[in-house]
Nanobody
Framework: VHLVESGGGLVQPGGSLRLACVVS????????LGWYRQAPGKQREMVAG???????NYADSVQGRFTISRDNAKNMVYLQMNSLKPDDTAVYYC?????????YGQGTQVTVSS
């Protein structure tokens, strides 16, 4: 299973970014997906998840600002991030998991700063 993230960058507070992740090497429609992040000096935390049945959950800190979605035809998962705050600064990782694997991508840096 191989995951590649894209879409990170530098954005001002209040701005938006859209992260994308392409997943290969597995039956994408039968995989649970998620976005995680890790800020300097902190543990990796779950940001948003979408199951194979399209059940969605968010961390309280991003609820109402971030939107996760998946496109099974393109093997893609997205994270639309609006109203970004400096506390959202982190490396963001795409995650794909089934009972036999739990894989992450290499990460993409998101920096929110004026």
């Amino acid at each position: 299973v191989h995951l590649v993230e894209s879409g990170g960058g530098l954005v001002q507070p209040g701005g938006s970014l859209r992260l994308a992740c392409v997943v290969s090497g597995t039956d994408f429609s039968n995989v649970d997906l998620g976005w995680y992040r890790q800020a300097p000096g902190k543990q990796r935390e779950m940001v948003a998840g979408v199951t194979r049945r399209n059940h969605i959950n968010y961390a309280d800190s991003v609820q109402g600002r971030f939107t996760i979605s998946r496109d099974n035809a393109k093997n893609m998962v997205y994270l639309q991030m609006n109203s970004l705050k400096p506390d959202d600064t982190a490396v963001y990782y795409c995650n794909a998991r089934r009972f036999e694997f739990d894989e992450y991508g290499q990460g993409t840096q998101v920096t929110v700063s004026s």
